[in-house]
């Protein structure tokens, strides 16, 4: 159907190793149900065991390794007892969202039958949009510094960066992916009331960029009216687009309306697809319960749906969300849940389960 397609496998740490199995199962599920050709090469690094081997977390030559991939599958890394987070995230992780321009940040937020939102009353149907967050400039830049410090004179400065360029290509992401969803529906968070300068600049890129989708319709909220109206009335929401620290909020906020963390995915995308983009669950390694073959791998394995999506098969994306969401709509009961999500079930059972699923409804 389509050229053979090459997926970077980095499982990473703790449960990253148990729920990627998980991830390439269903994918490799997929791919035999829609007739994909999709090829899987796995690597050690990114891990705490590869740097206690090589003193660093990734080869020296990861980036041109990395290039010649369509699309990079990962699971989740840090062990902080045995390499510090800042070491093992900005050694890794921030080296490829960075390295490969990765600059969209997208989270899906939508309630899964049987996982209970911990807002009252909504139920799967109510709570269904994306938030697109800018990931490379805007409030997370290293333009400032400390003046006199130690003494009664300190002053400190760090300026938010707000690129036409930048802004602008994550404006056209966002209201593209509005433009394909039937609500055709776009948010954008600002605060021009009190951030006077760069937001009102914000607010006219907006205006401006939505003149090119017409059919899109587009409204703003204030960031902390918005943040109220996301556990309000999630229901208001299709595509939600918002600045680096806005989206950092937004994007953990909104998951978390959903329920459990272990369900959730995210895509760390470079739409000019010069390089290759990530998907990840959201949640990290968890060496809480690492080991013991009980995490949650339907973050993984959505993530994996993003990831069909990005590459063309919008057919089998949709698949595996419709798999994940008839097992979990059986209940604990008919399908082998995991303990976070009320079960009894094992990791490697509820992927089963999804595939299994998947290959049944097509
Ligand atoms: P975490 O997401 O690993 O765990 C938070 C809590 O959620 C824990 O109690 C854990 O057991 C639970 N949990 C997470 N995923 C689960 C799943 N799939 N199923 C069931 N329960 C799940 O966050 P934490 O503990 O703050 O960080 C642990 C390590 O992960 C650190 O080294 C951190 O830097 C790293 N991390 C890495 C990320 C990444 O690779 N993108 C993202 C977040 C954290
Ligand atoms: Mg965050």
Redesign the pocket.
């Known amino acids: 159907m389509t050229g053979r397609q090459r997926i970077a496998v980095i499982a990473?740490d703790?449960?990253g190793t148990e729920?990627m199995p998980e991830g390439v199962r269903v994918l490799r599920a997929a791919a035999d149900v829609f007739g994909l050709s999709l090829e899987f090469t796995e690597f050690d690094f990114a891990s705490a065991e590869y740097y206690e081997r090589h003193g660093d977390m990734l080869p020296e030559d990861w980036f041109e390794t990395l290039s010649a991939f369509d699309a990079i599958y990962f699971g989740?890394?840090?062990?902080?007892d045995r390499v510090p987070?800042h070491i093992?995230?900005w050694g890794s992780?921030l080296k490829f969202r960075r390295g490969f321009d990765q600059y969209v940040n997208l989270r899906p937020c939508r309630l899964m039958p049987g996982i209970p939102s911990p807002l009252a009353g909504r139920e799967p149907g109510d709570i269904d949009f994306y938030v697109v967050r800018e990931n490379t400039e805007g409030e997370y830049s290293s333009v400032g510094g400390i003046m006199f410090e130690g003494t009664d004179r300190e002053v400190v400065l760090q300026e938010t960066v707000m690129s036409r360029t930048g802004v602008d290509r994550i404006l056209d992401f966002a209201f593209e992916l509005a433009d394909r969803r039937p609500a055709r529906h776009l948010t954008s968070a600002t605060k021009s009331n009190g951030i006077s300068i760069t937001m009102p600049w914000w607010d006219s890129r907006v205006r401006e960029a939505g003149r090119r989708f017409p059919e899109v319709r587009l409204d703003q909220y204030h960031i902390d009216i918005l943040t109220a109206n996301f556990v309000l009335h999630p229901d208001r929401f299709d595509v939600v687009v918002a600045s680096n620290l806005f989206g950092d909020i937004l994007s953990d906020l909104g998951p978390a309306c959903t329920g459990t963390?272990?369900v959730a995915p995210s895509a760390n995308i470079n739409p000019s697809r010069e390089f290759p983009s990530l998907f990840?669950?959201v949640?990290?390694?968890?060496?809480?319960?690492a080991g013991r073959g009980i995490?949650?791998p339907i973050?993984q394995i959505w993530s994996g749906a993003m990831m069909l999506e990005h590459l063309g098969h919008e057919d089998a994306a949709a698949a595996v969300v419709s798999a994940i969401e008839a097992v979990l709509a059986k209940g604990a009961r008919r399908s082998p849940l995991?303990p976070?999500i009320g079960g009894t079930g094992t990791t490697a059972e509820l992927g089963a389960a999804i595939a299994e699923e998947l290959g049944a409804s097509a």
């Open positions: 990473g703790g449960i729920v989740a890394v840090g062990w902080p987070d093992s995230l992780l963390i272990g990840e669950p949640h990290g390694s968890a060496p809480d319960i995490a949650n973050g995991t976070d």
